[in-house]
C-alpha cells in the first residue's frame, strides 16, 4: 500500500510524457526552420553575389572565396543545428520540470500537479501524508482532462519561422524550377565548389595575339606571326609591337565594344576599348587592340577582356629580352701573297674590310639560349639553317652541338621545316655509322673508325638523308659561321630563334668588304730630260713604287714607233724607291737593234707587279707615260737656246724691277738723311695744303708704304730668281744626260749662272728682306733710322749688281751660243755643198754609161 502510494498516476504519468515529447517536438521543427531558413538564404547571398557580378561584366567568384563561403554556411549550420536542435533535445526535462510548466501556465492545479509528482518522488511516510497525498492527486486529477498542451507552447512564433522557412525554400523550388540551369550552375559553383561558369548573353574568347613586323623573320622559320596563350600565358620579345585579337561569337549577342583591363608589372592599371574589324562574319565578330601598352611592348602585363556581360582572364604576356647577337668576333687569315699574321678574337666593327682572298670565321655569340639560327649570304646565294641540340655522349651526358644545313637560295627559299630534339643521333657522312661522342680533360671527341678531337666542322648525315655538318659549342648562345677566301663583299642577314619561341624583330646584318688586291702604285718622274732627247740619252728616273704588300718586279716599258716594246729591269732601293737610269748608249751596245733614229717618237714608263698569286696573273701597275720626241744633238741643242733666250729676257724683267725698288729704297734713305723732300703723285694731296704735322704723319705714312711694297717686291724677286735658277739647272741637266756639249759649257751654265744666281736668293736677298723688316719696325714704332734706311739702300743696291753681273754672263753666254749656232750652220752648209757634189757626180757617171 505504502509503495503504490509513492507513484505518480499513469495519467499524470502521460500528461507529463505528453508534454516532454511535445517539446522535443517544437525544438526540432524551430531548428529545422531556422537552418532552413540559413541554407535559403544564403542559397540567395550566394547567387547575388556570384552572379550579378557577372551581369556588371566582372568574373565570377574564385574558387578560394567559394571554398570561404562554404565553409561559412556550413559551419553557421553546424551552430545553428547545436544550438537550436541537439543541444536543446538532449536536455532531460524531470517530471517536477514539467509539472512547474503546467502549473505556470494552468493556475487550476493550485499546486496540486507539483505537489503529486513532489509526493510520488519522496519517501515519507505517515498517515497525515498519505491523505494529503490522495487528496492532492485526486484534485491534480480531476484537472487532467482540462490540460491543452499545446497553450504550454508559443504558437505563433513557431509558425512565423514555419511561414518563413517556408518561404524561403518555396521561393528557392521555384527559382529552381524556372531556371534549372542556373540553379544547378549554383549547386556545382557553391556546394560543389566547380568552375563551371555562369551562361551568359555574350561569349567572347582570346584568338591570341599577333606580333607586328616590318621584316618577315616569323616567315624565315616557317613560324606564324600569332601566337595562342598557353595556360593564359604567352611570352614576347621586349620592344615588339602586339595585337591582341578577341573574338564574340555571332550567334550571341555581339557587344558593342570590349575593354581591356590591365595592370603592368611595375602596379600601373589601365583600359583601353578595343576597336571592331569589319562585319559580323560567319559566326563571329574579331576585336583588336594594338596601342599602348602594347605598341612596342617594355614589361610584362596582365589583362582580362570584358565583353557585355562576358569577361575573359586573368591572361599574362611576359615580356623577355628578344635574341640579339651580343658580341661578334672574327678570326681571319690573310692569303700568302700578303706576308701577314693571322688575327683571333677581333671585334667586328661596323665598315670593316679585309683582303680579298681572305679566309674569315665570324664567332657569334647571343644574350641567351637559341633554338635556331638562319643566315642568309644572298652574295654568293647560300642560306644556312642552324639548329641548337644535344648529343648523348658514352656516359649518357648531354654535349651542346649545331647542326649546321648550307644550301642555294634557288633551290630551296627559306628556312627548312626540320624538328631536332635533343639529343639527336648523327650518322657518319661516309660510313653511314652512328657517330659516338665522349669528354674528355682535353675536350670532346668523337668516333667513326677511332676517337679524334672534335674541333672543327664535321660532316654528318641527318635521318632523312640530308648532309650536313655539325660543331659542338660550350654552350647554346654561341656559334660560328666560317668563308673560305672571300672574293667579294660580305653580307650576312642573321636571324635568331630563342627557347622561348621569341624571334628578331629585324635580322641581324653583319657585313665585312672585300678589298680587292690593287695594283702597285708608282709616281716617278724624269730628271733632267725634256721633250726631246738624243739618240745617246741617259735618262734618270726617280719616283716611288709602292704596294699593299709589297713589290715583285719593276721595269722600264720603252715602245718605239712601230716597234715592239723593250723592258729593262729596275732594281728598288729600299725595297720602294726608283733611283734608275736608262743608259741608251749603253743598252744599244748589248742590243744592237735598239737604236733611236731621229725623227721618231719614244714612249716611256716604269711598271711593276705585285706578289698576288690568287686567280689570274698578279696585278701590275704603270706610271704615267712620257713621250719624247727623238732628234739630232743640233736639233737639241737648238731648243735649249731658245729656251736660255726666254730665260734670260724674263731675268731682265726681273732686275728692272729691283731697279725700281732700289730707287724707291734710295728716296726713303735720302728723306730720313733730309736731302730730298716727300713728294707724291697723287694730285689731290700737292693742291691739299697741310699743318706741319699732318704732312709730317703723311711723310712717315709714305715711307712705310714704300718699304712695305720693296719687302713684298724683294721677296717676288727671290722667288722668281730662284726659278731661273733652276731652269737653267734644267738645261745644263738635259745638256750632260743628252751627251750634246762640251764640259766648257757645262761650266759656264754652273759656275757663272746657276751657283751665283743660288748664291744671290739664297744669301743676298735674304739679307735684304731682314734690314727691311727692321726698317718697317722702326717706321711703325715712330723711331726712324737713317741709318738702317742707309744699309737697306746698300744692300738692295749690292743685290742690284750681283743681278747684273749674272746677266752679262747671260748674255756672254749666248754670243757664245750665237758663234756656235754659226760654226754649225757652216758645216751644215759645207755638208750640203759634199751632199750635192757626190749627186752630181753620179749623174755624170750615168750619163756616160748611157
Known amino acids: ?60 567568384l574564385s574558387a578560394g572565396i567559394r571554398f570561404v563561403l562554404l565553409m561559412a554556411i556550413a559551419i553557421v549550420l553546424g551552430l545553428i543545428l547545436y544550438r537550436w536542435v541537439f543541444r536543446r533535445v538532449s536536455v532531460r526535462f524531470s517530471d517536477r520540470s514539467i509539472a512547474l510548466l503546467l502549473e505556470k501556465h494552468f493556475e487550476q492545479f493550485g499546486d496540486t500537479l507539483i505537489t503529486t509528482v513532489d509526493t510520488s518522488e519522496s519517501n515519507e511516510t505517515g498517515d497525515l501524508h498519505s491523505e494529503m497525498m490522495v487528496h492532492a492527486t485526486e484534485d491534480a486529477l480531476s484537472h487532467v482532462e482540462e490540460v491543452a498542451v499545446e497553450q504550454v507552447f508559443n504558437q505563433k512564433a513557431l509558425l512565423y519561422k514555419v511561414a518563413g522557412a517556408a518561404a524561403l525554400l518555396l521561393s528557392v523550388i521555384a527559382f529552381s524550377l524556372a531556371s534549372p540551369a542556373d540553379a544547378k550552375t549554383l549547386a556545382k559553383r557553391i556546394y560543389l565548389l566547380q568552375d563551371e561558369k555562369w551562361p551568359r548573353q555574350s561569349l567572347i574568347e582570346i584568338v591570341g595575339i599577333e606580333i607586328i613586323r616590318e621584316s618577315a623573320p616569323a616567315e624565315t622559320f616557317g613560324l606564324p606571326n600569332t601566337k595562342a596563350f598557353e595556360n593564359g600565358r604567352v611570352v614576347v620579345g621586349q620592344g615588339a609591337d602586339i595585337r591582341l585579337i578577341v573574338r564574340a561569337d555571332g550567334n550571341k549577342v555581339v557587344p558593342k565594344i570590349c575593354t581591356v583591363y590591365y595592370e603592368l608589372a611595375d602596379g600601373t592599371r589601365g583600359q583601353r576599348n578595343m576597336r571592331k574589324e569589319g562585319q559580323l562574319g560567319g559566326d563571329h565578330q574579331t576585336f583588336a587592340f594594338s596601342d599602348k601598352p602594347l605598341r612596342g611592348i617594355l614589361e610584362s602585363i596582365e589583362f582580362e577582356v570584358v565583353g557585355n556581360d562576358h569577361r575573359i582572364g586573368t591572361y599574362q604576356i611576359d615580356v623577355v629580352n628578344p635574341p640579339t647577337l651580343s658580341e661578334i668576333a672574327l678570326d681571319y687569315s690573310y692569303p700568302k701573297y700578303t706576308g701577314m699574321d693571322d688575327r683571333v678574337d677581333e671585334t667586328w666593327l661596323k665598315g670593316m674590310s679585309l683582303a680579298s682572298g681572305s679566309d674569315v670565321t665570324f664567332n657569334l ?32 651526358t648531354e654535349i651542346p652541338v649545331v647542326l649546321i644545313v648550307q644550301r642555294l637560295i634557288i633551290d630551296e627559299a627559306g628556312a627548312l621545316d626540320l624538328q631536332l630534339p635533343g639529343p639527336v643521333t648523327l650518322r657518319h657522312e661516309k660510313s653511314g655509322n652512328e657517330i659516338q661522342w665522349q669528354k674528355t680533360s682535353n675536350g670532346v671527341q668523337y668516333k667513326d673508325e677511332d676517337w679524334a678531337n672534335a674541333d672543327g666542322r664535321i660532316a654528318v648525315a641527318l635521318d632523312d638523308d640530308r648532309l650536313a655538318s655539325c660543331h659542338v659549342v660550350e654552350s647554346q648562345d654561341e656559334f660560328y659561321y ?35 688586291d690593287l695594283p702597285p702604285s708608282i709616281d716617278v718622274a724624269l730628271d733632267g730630260i725634256g721633250t726631246a732627247i738624243t739618240p745617246d740619252v741617259s735618262i734618270p728616273v726617280l719616283g716611288e713604287v709602292t704596294d699593299d704588300y709589297g713589290i715583285s718586279d719593276t721595269w722600264f716599258q720603252v715602245q718605239l714607233t712601230e716597234r715592239d716594246p723593250y723592258t729593262f729591269p729596275i732594281e728598288l732601293t729600299q725595297g720602294t724607291e726608283v733611283d734608275s737610269n736608262l743608259d741608251f748608249r749603253a743598252e744599244r751596245a748589248k742590243l744592237e737593234e735598239l737604236e733611236l733614229k731621229p725623227g721618231e717618237k719614244l714612249i716611256l714608263s716604269v711598271q711593276s707587279i705585285d706578289q698576288y698569286d690568287l686567280a689570274g696573273d698578279p696585278n701590275l701597275g704603270e706610271s704615267s707615260q712620257f713621250t719624247l720626241d727623238i732628234v739630232t744633238p743640233d736639233q ?36 730720313l738723311a733730309g736731302v730730298s723732300p716727300v713728294t707724291t703723285d697723287d694730285p689731290e694731296d700737292q693742291a691739299e695744303e697741310l699743318s706741319e704735322e699732318e704732312q709730317q704723319e703723311r ?35 738635259e745638256i750632260i744626260n743628252n751627251r750634246v756639249d762640251t764640259e766648257d759649257r757645262k761650266i759656264r751654265l754652273q759656275d757663272q749662272i746657276i751657283a751665283p744666281l743660288y748664291s744671290i736668293c739664297e744669301t743676298d736677298f735674304v739679307e735684304l728682306d731682314r734690314l727691311l723688316k727692321e726698317l718697317e719696325k722702326s717706321l711703325i714704332s715712330g723711331q726712324e733710322s737713317t741709318d738702317l734706311a742707309v744699309q737697306v739702300d746698300a744692300q738692295a743696291e749690292t743685290v742690284l749688281l750681283k743681278l747684273d753681273e749674272v746677266l752679262q754672263r747671260m748674255l756672254e753666254l749666248e754670243t757664245y751660243n750665237e758663234l756656235i749656232e754659226l760654226v754649225r750652220d757652216l758645216i751644215g752648209d759645207q755638208d750640203d755643198l759634199l751632199e750635192k757634189t757626190k749627186e752630181e757626180r753620179k749623174q755624170q757617171v750615168l750619163d756616160l754609161l748611157k
Open 365 to 396: 655569340t647571343a644574350n641567351k639560349p637559341l633554338d635556331r639560327a638562319f643566315i642568309e649570304h644572298a652574295d654568293l646565294g647560300m642560306q644556312t639553317d642552324m639548329y641548337f641540340t644535344t648529343v648523348q655522349a658514352v656516359d649518357e
Open 699 to 733: 711723310d712717315a705714312s709714305l715711307r712705310l708704304l714704300r718699304v712695305q711694297r720693296a719687302l713684298v717686291q724683294s721677296e717676288k724677286s727671290n722667288a722668281e730668281s730662284l726659278g731661273i735658277a733652276v731652269a737653267f739647272e734644267d738645261i745644263r741637266a
Open 482 to 516: 666560317m668563308i673560305a677566301g672571300m672574293q667579294r663583299d660580305i653580307n650576312l642577314q642573321i636571324s635568331l630563334l630563342d627557347k622561348d619561341g621569341i624571334i628578331t624583330e629585324n635580322p641581324h646584318v653583319v657585313t665585312v668588304a672585300a678589298t680587292n
Open 1 to 60: 500500500m505504502a509503495d503504490s502510494s509513492h507513484q505518480t498516476p499513469d495519467r499524470i504519468a502521460q500528461l507529463l510524457d505528453r508534454v516532454r515529447g511535445r517539446i522535443k517536438r517544437y525544438v526540432w521543427i524551430e531548428g529545422l526552420c531556422i537552418a532552413i531558413a540559413w541554407l535559403c538564404a544564403t542559397f540567395w547571398v550566394a547567387y547575388l553575389i556570384d552572379y550579378l557580378p557577372v551581369l556588371a561584366g566582372a568574373n565570377e
Open 636 to 671: 737639241l741643242l737648238a731648243v735649249l737656246e731658245r729656251r736660255e733666250l726666254g730665260l734670260r729676257q724674263r731675268f731682265e724683267l726681273i732686275i728692272g724691277e729691283v731697279q725700281l725698288m732700289q730707287a724707291s729704297l734710295a728716296t726713303v734713305s735720302n728723306q
